[in-house]
């Protein structure tokens, strides 16, 4: 059961005055805009131990002393990657013996609590000076021009042993069951590589890139998808494509092609469009 939220001592003081003065419960309330049951309480709790100070608190008190929590916000404050059960050996070391997950409590009592980090491509200074001059040249584009503005990108996908921790709820003794084991295979099962494509109205074709890509490759993906993709989103006849500015991309092969009516919108390398956010999703299924 969730513990109450305690009452300030200056306004537990003043509760004793109004009583004291010859006022009830049902008139300090309404005159403090405090709950009935929570003005009897306190006058009970004078009349009993004639104070309104908190009293000495039954149970064990907790191993981790004030040093030991302030180690442990520095700790991780330092190192956000440290595991709870490195800060266990930690304390261990100035002799302050605790569960790791007394640790895990505590950190979140001082809200620090244990999240999958999020992913983000390791940025040159030349690549995030590309991006935000990307980011100010756009500013001001209409919502209009973003609605009709189709997204693409390629990406590798991980077929097995992508480095992401499964749970399962499972009750006893059915460990090996089907359900509850996750198929492995040796080396991690290879990869392959992706073409996908979305606007602001949905997704569109997911197209299976194979062998190496090129030029040639990209071209004919863009020549299989690309048109279907805009007519399934119904995007304006002033749509634009969206692609970062891979050799591939830019190449003058490429860079001949014509949709009707479309424009292009090459973003720097390492261009952190929504396709991105994207991909996570495929990528951890």
């Known amino acids: 059961m969730p513990r109450s939220k305690e009452i300030q001592k200056q306004m537990r003081k003043r509760i004793m005055e109004l009583y004291q003065s010859g006022k009830g419960y049902k008139a300090i309330s309404k005159a403090l805009g405090r709950q009935r049951t929570t003005v009897r309480a306190i006058i009970h709790k004078w009349r009993k131990h004639g104070t309104v100070e908190n009293l000495p608190r039954s149970g064990r008190p907790t191993k981790i002393t004030p040093r030991a929590q302030r180690q442990l916000i520095q700790e991780v404050t330092k190192d956000p990657t440290t595991t709870s059960k490195e800060l266990q050996a930690s304390l261990a070391s100035v002799k302050v013996s605790v569960h790791d997950s007394t640790i895990r409590k505590r950190l979140g009592k001082n809200g620090l609590h244990g999240r999958v980090p999020r992913q983000k491509p390791l940025l040159s200074k030349k690549n995030i000076k590309a991006r935000l001059s990307f980011a100010r040249k756009h500013l001001d584009d209409p919502q209009d021009f973003w609605d009709n503005t189709l997204w693409t990108d390629e990406t590798k996908v991980e077929l097995f042993g ?3 921790s499964h749970y399962v709820w499972r009750k006893s003794n059915t460990a090996f069951q089907k359900k509850n084991i996750i198929p492995t295979v040796k080396y991690g099962g290879g990869n392959g590589m992706v073409w996908g494509c979305f606007a602001a109205s949905g997704p569109g074709r997911l197209a299976v890139i194979n062998g190496t890509m090129n030029s040639a490759v990209y071209q004919n993906i863009l020549k299989e998808n690309v048109r279907p993709s805009v007519c399934d989103l119904k995007l304006k ?13 830019t190449s003058k092969s490429t860079s001949g092609l014509t949709y009707n009516h479309s424009a292009k919108m090459s973003g720097p390398k390492f261009l952190h469009s929504a396709v991105e956010d994207s ?4 990528e951890n299924a």
Request: hydrophobic letters at 35%.
């Open 237 to 249: 006849r002033t749509w634009v494509l969206q692609q970062d500015n891979d050799p591939k991309h």
């Open 279 to 282: 991909w996570q999703v495929i």
């Open 162 to 164: 992508r480095c992401v």
